[in-house]
């Protein structure tokens, strides 16, 4: 019997916001597959399935899992956060197939919602215009190159995410994300800061780059920073960024 490997997107880890192509994957697989943390957020999802989770920085492991299972005939379901195909393990079992030929599954990468989506509705309309969506993690990517990256964004006036912003060991290339946009944006633009979108701890907070530093110590890797661009306002308790439309 030929095996099926589906990798799907969970979005912000609340139930509602799990698309429904993705509870089918669930449903209807074997195992899942996934990080522990996420497997415990879709428990009540999942009850009886077979499980196989692994810890943290061990994604290459769960994605060899994955594959193995789907290649001895079983239906996987291997679970990202947000979207699979976004920071997710969609492009890790892609690779890993790519080098595997003789591994033959079918295949089904299911979306999700992104935290860039997810914390933009929370904020209001940050993302009206076109944006950059940027990692500070370096663990994969080298500081430089995350630095221009970053530069290049604040030099196009893209509005943009930052995921992963700040970590226990890492606090440098959020300070350095600031000032490198202070010296293309005016110290009042607007900066949403979005911690555990739509889970019991959420907390949703609009600062500026000039009072960014303030609020450091509530960034941590479940926020998601949105820095507005040269247009970007805040109206009330929402961000807004014009697409340009005329409202004479």
């Given amino acids: 019997m030929r095996g ?3 990798v799907i997107g969970l979005g912000p880890g609340f139930e509602d916001f799990i698309i429904p192509a993705a509870r089918n994957s669930l449903e209807e697989a074997d195992i899942i597959v996934g990080y522990h943390k996420y497997l415990k957020l879709i428990e009540n999802l999942i009850p009886g399935k077979r499980k196989q989770g692994t810890g943290m920085h061990k994604e290459t492991e769960r994605a060899r899992i994955a594959i193995e299972q789907a290649g001895q005939g079983n239906k996987v379901c291997l679970v990202s956060s947000g979207d699979a195909g976004i920071y997710g ?3 890790l ?4 197939l790519s080098r595997e030929e003789s ?19 929370l904020l209001g309309a940050p993302l009206m215009h076109d944006f950059a969506v940027i990692s500070l993690s370096d663990l994969l990517t080298e500081g430089d190159q995350i630095r221009k990256r970053l530069a290049l964004a604040a030099e196009g006036d893209f509005v943009t995410v930052l995921y992963n912003p ?16 202070l010296e293309k944006r005016e110290e009042n633009t607007p900066v949403g800061i979005v911690r555990n979108a739509y889970r019991d701890t959420s907390s949703v907070v ?4 000039m009072k960014l530093p303030a609020l450091y110590d509530q960034i941590d890797m479940t926020t998601t920073l949105v820095m507005g661009n040269s247009r970007t306002f805040q109206w009330g ?6 697409r340009g439309y005329n409202l004479a």
Avoid: N, Q, Y
């Avoid at 079992?93 to 890993?96: A, F, M, Q, R, S």
């Avoid at 033959?104 to 997810?118: E, H, K, N, R, Y």
């Avoid at 700040?166 to 946009?181: N, Q, W, Y």
């Avoid at 308790?237 to 014009?242: A, E, L, N, V």
């Fill in 4 to 6: 099926k490997l589906s």
């Fill in 89 to 91: 393990m969609a492009g």
């Fill in 93 to 96: 079992v892609l690779e890993l």
């Fill in 103 to 121: 591994v033959v599954i079918d295949l089904d990468i299911v979306p999700g919602i992104t935290a860039a989506l997810s914390c933009a509705a």
């Fill in 166 to 181: 700040k970590s226990s060991k890492r606090t440098v290339l959020l300070e350095e994300a600031r000032d490198i946009f």
């Fill in 206 to 209: 609009i600062s500026t780059l």
């Fill in 237 to 242: 308790k929402f961000m807004i960024t014009p």
